[in-house]
């Protein structure tokens, strides 16, 4: 795995704006408890000096057992917040000569970039599974904490992170960077922390507007600093097709990223623990599909052709896309795979009987006489589902892509990805949950950023996200019932480009980033942050 590493660090320049924040703000969410007795973990031995020190002489070295010469430490400013600290008294720690990164010897194999990528934003040397010296960070797995969690211990002068996967001892890595950055240092104690939901992402619409790989990239890299662990790419609709096909290399624009830059980014992304999550949406949203195969256009009794939406009567419809489909499954070897299903114009008009009657005649000969174009669309999906459901992926799916009350049900095992409560037919989130459904908040009331805002969408503040919302909040502005906590795995930030010249990249990622920000916080704790909007503004400047 390789890893890029960013600029040089900023900390020690905006050490004197973060211990002001610090000294306003007594601890985050976390609990704040007397430290146990316990012997430091980091060895006997002086503290390290920052590379930046002045000419003055060094301070003393510390004692390994903190003593009431230092005040109580608050917990480490990062973004999301610590959910727990203990605190103590002792010097904390910071990066200097003396210091360096090492890695359990049974565990160099699974964290070795882990190591060397802390170790280079932090401008220390890895000494791989060396003993650990005073004032070095070790790392290792152990513990039997829940998937993601970590413990980082300060004392003694050295730290420990420790955590029962890869990833939660690479999110107490992110913890020990942010920390440094805003402050120049880590304080005295231990961090328990783990994320309140499992699913946390950013998703882009790549199809509508083309975006190059590096900008891709230099998301993944901001999310991994975040702890979000998803990224959505929305890569065929009516406006282009983004990826190159060997299966169908009609259907690709003109710009689009190739198969080696896709793999570049699928294994940048695995690096930095984050699943990306593939989506052709189908049967709306087909347009540049259909431009190249205008045999499946679905098409109505008055002979209107409505953009996007293919003719799921026809065999050769479903052909294509399930050849796509198992072509790009093998290209992203990630957990999840989203199938679409919203909008498909058939089930918007009134009498989708009488409107497109071909459709009418295959859900009867499917289904029965009871048979509706519903149940049709609801088969399209379930089929969809069987092709990717042999790779393993989670599955799933637009809310309005969920069709009550017909004599087809969509597949059990279906996540909803719940956007919106404004389409014809949308069902209140509780119709899912109460259905033993799992669910998956991309709001469009908060997290959606739709380029040039049509329809009546604006783009959204970080400061509505962190203060009014939480992954309770599915639909509109009001929470579902907090019964239903544990139904939702998490939630998405969401790019589309429904106007794609209205913005450029760089501004694209520019007006994401505070939004973005406030979402990764709210899913990694959803109470109520202790920091006002402006400090967490702040801090966000820093640890960046």
């Known amino acids: 795995m390789r890893y890029s590493i960013r600029g040089p660090l900023r900390g020690p320049a905006l050490l004197a704006a973060a211990v002001a924040l610090a000294t306003v703000t007594a601890c985050s969410n976390g609990s704040s408890r007397t430290p146990p007795a316990a012997s430091g973990t980091g060895g006997t031995g002086s503290s390290a000096t920052s590379q930046a020190a002045s000419s003055a002489a060094p301070p003393p070295p510390p004692s390994p057992t903190p003593t009431k010469s230092y005040p109580l430490s608050t917990a480490p400013l990062t973004i999301p917040a610590v959910r727990s600290h203990e605190a103590a008294r002792g010097p904390g720690w910071k990066p200097g000569p003396d210091t360096g990164v090492v890695v359990a010897a049974k565990d160099a194999g699974a964290l070795a970039d882990e190591a060397r990528l802390i170790a280079g934003e932090l401008r220390i040397p890895y000494r791989g599974t060396a003993a650990a010296r005073p004032g070095d960070v070790s790392l290792a797995l152990g513990g039997q904490g829940a998937a993601e969690s970590y413990t980082l211990t300060v004392r003694g002068g050295g730290v420990r992170i420790t955590g029962p996967d890869q990833a939660g001892v690479f999110y107490g890595t992110r913890t020990l960077k942010q920390s440094v950055r805003s402050t120049g240092a880590v304080p005295e104690g231990v961090v328990d922390d783990a994320p309140a939901k499992p699913r946390r992402g950013l998703m882009v619409d790549i199809a509508r507007k083309y975006f190059a790989a590096g900008w891709i990239e230099d998301r993944l890299r901001e999310m991994a600093d975040l702890k979000l662990n998803e990224l959505g790419l929305h890569f065929s609709d009516d406006q282009g097709f983004r990826i190159a096909s060997d299966s169908h290399p009609e259907v690709v624009s003109d710009r689009h990223l190739s198969k080696a830059e896709v793999r570049r980014i699928v294994e940048l992304a695995a690096s930095l623990h984050i699943t990306v999550v593939p989506e052709i949406d189908s049967p709306g949203h087909l347009g540049a599909v259909i431009d190249a195969h205008p045999e499946i256009q679905l098409v109505s009794a008055t002979g209107r052709t409505p953009r996007g939406a293919v003719d799921i009567s026809k065999p ?14 093998g290209l992203f070897p990630g957990s999840s795979w989203h199938l679409g299903g919203d909008e498909y114009v058939a089930l918007m008009s009134k009498d989708p009987e009488a409107s497109y009657p071909q459709l009418a005649r295959a859900a009867t000969a499917k289904y029965g006489a009871s048979g509706r174009v519903r149940d049709l669309a ?55 949950l109460s259905a033993g459904r799992t669910m998956i908040n991309y709001n469009d009331e908060y997290l959606y950023y739709v380029l040039g805002q049509p329809n009546d969408f604006v783009y959204p503040t970080g400061r509505r996200i962190y203060e009014q919302w939480t992954p309770l909040v599915l639909r509109g502005t009001s929470p579902v019932p907090a019964r239903y906590d544990p139904q939702i795995l998490g939630g998405s930030f969401a790019v589309w480009c429904d106007l794609a010249g209205s913005q450029t990249q760089a501004q694209v990622a520019d007006g994401i980033r505070m939004p973005l920000t406030a979402t990764a916080q709210k899913l990694w704790d959803a109470r109520k942050p202790a920091l006002t909007w402006d400090r967490f503004r702040n801090l966000a400047a820093a640890v960046r």
């Open 316 to 329: 050769a419809a479903a052909k294509i896309v399930d050849e796509l489909l198992t072509e790009y499954t």
């Open 378 to 432: 609801t088969g399209w999906l379930n089929d969809r589902a069987a092709v990717v459901r042999p790779t393993g992926k989670a599955l799933r799916a637009w809310n309005d892509g969920f069709y009550p009350g017909g004599v087809a049900t969509a597949a059990k095992d279906l996540q909803v990805a719940y956007w919106t409560g404004k389409e014809i037919g949308a069902r209140q989130p509780v119709s899912y």
